[in-house]
């Protein structure tokens, strides 16, 4: 007897629909147990995880504040993933547009400077992003370097040039020798929606850039052809798509929104530019991608439950001094099981019973 | 003098956990698989052989601890991708995701203990010949053993009917299975192979290198594993040379640091990545022809049947 899979003749589209959400059940229970093993109560831990965050509205805004990145950046890398190009290197994206938009900030600071300032770091980080993400997607059409690697690479390089940044050059001066830049000036900072919340324009953006996924990839012939190049290129190639044209335009998008995620980050929540601005948010990305199915909607609500977690995962650690990296075991877990139950939307299980038994033997 | 036996001394051993994880890998692909979960793996190696190594006090459980949580990670990667034909590349992500959260979970309760380094050899008479002497015959146990995995794989890939027909698999699949090869198993064993050699690449960094384990301490060297393999355009020999000589630029730079050359050290910490950024650009663009990859390397594989 033996369990083998096969391929269906046609995807499952019921299957498609539901797959995420067997997911999210099966890593619910795989959290439970490793809850238990912890010595903590499964159900209050869930709890405080999942439903707490939702129950308060600091909590609720905190959701939407770090599903901004998230989102922002996971858009960008299905597009990226949709062509078959695989940046991994967000995180360093993201970084460098916090840096380059930063540059402006801590240029004017004190200074008279107008209203401008905030538009031109917005812009200046999104290029930042977008050039960076270009270096690995130029070494890729160029000279056949894997953008996978390289692209990984970088981010080490930007974090470590955040570094001396905040360390060197940048530093405030009346910081105490704290790593970090001044607080941004007020003309510098993304303004917040409501007055006293935390909820800031950022979001708004992060929703402008779903609704423009949506029209690129549903409506347009570029978006048509970035798909196209991902799931058949043969058919590309005949139908006169340029793959390396495509992978510079999905790598530059992504890094642009990166970038904009970036400087939104620093400029909104956080207010000025110091290390580790990022909890990973350039790699979770890569999980919020998936979990949406590289669809922009589903990267929107992808976005919002991975920022739950975030919220869930601090929570759980003041309240039940349960681990932070709790909070990465389980996007992993996550993504194991999204990745395993897309497989079936493609394959489908068959038992295959032992009757050639005797024609085996006789061979 | 001794600087520069020093030098060679911290290079040997910088090097060592880059060719131990690359010679995994190297095999893993050349089976046809790529696996990207390298870091993962490794770091569930150290935390799991310095916990071995923590409460049993012994190096060579540690490292044996150190091989079975590569393993073990593999054969998870190895489900996804054999058993269910999910896509390597994503499934390479979440196991470095998972195995860097995971490996700070458990690690969390030893993060500030110490152990003894693994002892290096000595041998009166020849590891105090000058010059030579300690480079050849005083290292540890993992350096000598990392040479003779390379020499190993090499041997087996090239040398024996076993090591043609897991090529076979790397370069064609189908073919393969139509010959009558079991091309999931030979992956597996592949994968798992590539698992334990990370395994006991990542056990290696608190056995020997640092005696002490804190979370991410890998810090990408699974990575720069992986880049490696492709430096060495899939070749053992190559694979030696490239070890080396990113061991080199990594310690490299921390002497340039400690010389205090007027360099940022960020800007010094940073040359071991680009250097790999620079060399995977130089070698791909020097290769004439196409490229040396095994064919199949990456691509699912569902035996029809």
């Not at chain 1, 790699?283 to 922009?296: D, E």
């Not at chain 2, 003098?1 to 994880?21: H, K, Q, R």
Request: net charge positive.
């Amino acid at each position: 007897m033996q369990l083998v899979l096969e391929k269906r003749t046609e995807r499952s589209n019921a299957i498609a629909v539901i797959s995420p959400l067997i997911a999210i059940a099966l890593t619910i229970v795989t959290m439970s147990i490793l809850f238990a093993l912890l010595g903590k109560n499964p159900v209050t831990a869930l709890a405080v995880y999942f439903i707490d965050p939702l129950t308060d509205g600091y909590s609720l805004q905190e959701i939407a504040v770090k599903a901004t990145p998230l989102v922002m950046i996971a858009i960008g890398l299905s597009l990226c993933y949709l062509a078959n190009a695989w940046n991994i290197g967000a995180e360093g994206q993201f970084l460098i547009g916090a840096v380059a938009g930063s540059w402006i900030a801590v240029r004017t600071q004190g200074s008279d400077a107008g209203a401008w300032v905030l538009p031109a770091m917005l812009v200046l980080a999104a290029a930042a992003g977008a050039l960076y993400a270009l270096i690995p997607a130029l070494c890729r059409v160029k000279f056949g370097a894997s953008e996978i690697l390289t692209s990984l690479m970088l981010v080490y390089v930007a974090d470590l040039f955040l570094d001396y940044l905040v360390r060197g050059p940048w530093r405030d001066p009346n910081g105490y020798n704290f790593p970090t830049t001044a607080d941004f000036d007020p003309v510098a900072t993304v303004p917040t929606l409501v007055e006293g919340g935390r909820l800031h324009l950022g979001s708004i953006i992060a929703l402008v850039v779903v609704a423009a996924a949506a029209v690129l990839l549903g409506r347009t012939i570029k978006g048509f052809e970035i798909r196209v190049v991902g799931a058949a290129p043969r058919a590309a190639r005949f139908g006169g798509f340029n793959a390396n044209q495509l992978i510079l335009l999905t790598f530059a998008i992504s890094g642009a929104l990166a970038g904009l995620a970036g400087i939104i980050e620093v400029a909104g929540p956080i207010g000025h530019l110091q290390p580790g601005i990022s909890p990973g948010y350039g790699f979770t990305a890569i999980i919020v991608a998936f979990l949406g199915r590289l669809n922009p909607i589903g990267i929107l609500i992808a976005g919002l439950f991975l920022a739950l977690t975030f919220i869930g995962g601090e929570q759980a650690q003041i309240a039940m001094k349960i681990p932070l990296d709790v909070t990465k075991v389980f996007q992993g877990i996550l993504l194991f099981y999204v990745l395993a139950c897309d497989s079936l939307i493609l394959y489908r299980f068959r038992l295959i019973l032992p009757t050639r038994k005797v024609a085996r033997g006789a061979r | 003098m001794e600087l520069a036996e020093a030098i060679i001394l911290s290079v040997l051993s910088a090097s060592t956990p880059l060719l131990i994880a690359a010679t995994g890998e190297l095999v893993t692909e050349r089976a046809g698989v790529l696996n990207l979960g390298v870091e993962g793996m490794m770091i569930m190696g150290a935390v799991c052989g310095f916990g071995g190594a923590l409460y049993t006090g012994s190096i060579t459980i540690g490292a044996l601890c150190g091989i079975i949580a590569g393993t073990a990670m593999s054969l998870l990667f190895a489900l996804m991708t054999l058993g269910l034909a999910v896509n390597q590349v994503a499934t390479g992500l979440a196991l470095t995701i998972f195995g860097v959260g995971l490996s700070g979970l458990i690690g969390a309760s030893v993060v500030g203990e110490q152990i003894t380094a693994a002892p290096h050899l000595h041998i009166p008479g020849l590891t105090d010949l000058p010059l030579l002497g300690h480079v050849l015959f005083g290292q540890d146990a993992f350096v000598y053993l990392s040479i003779a995995l390379i020499v190993g794989v090499w041997y087996f890939l090239y040398r024996t009917r076993a090591g043609l027909i897991l090529r076979a698999c790397g370069d064609n699949h189908v073919s393969a299975h139509a010959l009558g090869y079991p091309v999931l198993r030979i992956r597996l064993l592949a994968v798992m192979f590539g698992g334990a050699c990370a395994g006991l690449a990542g056990a290696y960094l608190p056995l020997a290198y640092t005696p002490f384990f804190i979370p991410g301490m890998t810090a990408g060297r699974g990575w720069i594993a992986l880049a490696l393999v492709v430096f060495a355009s899939w070749l053992p020999a190559r694979l030696v040379a490239g070890a080396y000589l990113f061991g080199a630029v990594s310690i490299l730079q921390l002497h340039a640091q400690g010389a205090g050359i007027g360099i940022p050290s960020q800007f010094m910490s940073s040359l071991p990545y680009l250097a790999t950024v620079i060399v995977l650009v130089a070698l791909s663009r020097t290769r004439s022809g196409g490229s040396t990859a095994p064919a199949a390397l990456g691509t699912v594989f569902v035996p029809d049947r």
